[in-house]
């Protein structure tokens, strides 16, 4: 990061302007806490998930993909809890009548006070007193309503004429995708036939119905998560929890994430049911300071005790090794994808002087940047613009690559710089008599000259090496 400050209002407007992540439905006046993302936001998405399924998935023998879908029996939901007890907690400004979390209100309300207070799992009752206590306004300096417990869950109807939502027809577009992996369960078992340890990661979309989604891309209603869930025996879930714990911490590191702007925050009450959980959060400067990114939890059999218990089903493994049947224990790793968009962009937002003029440039890691090779013909005329055009098709076989002819090549070079390409490939007046190539570096921007028949090596080992 430069010296300059990265706010949250110019994250938004960098990446509207850049192609990256749009307002859903803008024609229309917007549509709170849904976004679209463009041609550079969908490739720097699918990179990030690529990378992610390449370590869980690619890379290792234990681990088995799925795509479960986003409607599931209704009951699922029943079994899992989230009908009943998947809550915020909602106040309402007594004037405006404006809604917002109250744990939110609260953990703002301490933050302008420079006091760290811990918001895990507060109940109604616990957040009225500290609202009572500290005579906590609203926003617009209003009294607040009681808190009250607000439910999640995005209802729907599926199979039927009738918009009525009643018991009967209602279904719920999932709030979390870890639980098609817990119905899948045994139909992987089954037919993959997988030794425990093993685990199953999907990505997939999820919906929550937020009481105040807020934050850009950070909280929103429709998000992505990527989740693996790892099946243990009870006596191992210490020792591979700590393996997974320093694992996904170690996949930040990889791709650029800086140590220092990496956080363990510890959940200082857990669910009956879980033995552990840390979440990683990451220091954003546009939203000024450590926010969640991914959980990392140590589940028990809660789950699959459930989804037994309600469907009938036995989930039971029968353990040949040690010749025991039991429910296995569940390891959860759980990562918003939408959230690492935001984090990448974050970390990688650089402001630079060069030349005396601000130069603003995503130093994204190689495998994230959306356009990996940009080919820029100094001339749209032939024979350069052939040339550069048979260079441009031999390169996008490999990388994601982009032609461009418009302007001088300095704007052209600062248009990749902001959208985070790692090289620039110039085809110059020489380049017909030398067959060679100008390629320039996004980072240090030296530029050096390349044979055309050299080319394909040469930038596989820049972006591949």
Known sequence: MSDSTLTLEKIVSFTKSRGFVYPSSEIYGGFAAVYDYGHYGKLLKDNIQRQWEKSMIQTRDDVYALDSGIFMHPMTWKASGHVDGFNDVLVEDKITHKRYRADHLVEEFYDKKGTKVDMDKKTPEELAKIIADEKILSPDGNELTAPRSFNLMVKTNLGTTDSTLTAENTVYPRAETCQGIYLDYKLVLDSLRPKIPFGIAQVGKAFRNEIVARQFIFRTREFEQMEMQYFVHPSEMDEKYEYWHQYRWEWYKDLGIDESKLNWHKHSKLVFYASAAYDIEYNYSCLGGFKEVEGVHARGNYDLTQHQKFSGTDLTYFDQVRNEKYLPHIMETSVG????????????????????????????????????????????????SKMAHEIAGTLKEHWMCEYDETQSIGKRYRRQDEIGTPYCVTVDFETVNDNAVTVRDRDTMKQERVLIHDLEDYLKAKLEG
């Open 337 to 384: 994808l939408n959230r690492l968009v935001l984090m990448f962009l974050d970390n990688a937002y650089t402001e630079e002087e060069v030349n005396g003029e601000t130069r603003i440039v995503l130093k994204l890691d190689k495998r994230l940047s959306p356009v990996k090779v940009a080919i820029l013909p100094l001339s749209k005329k032939e024979p350069l």
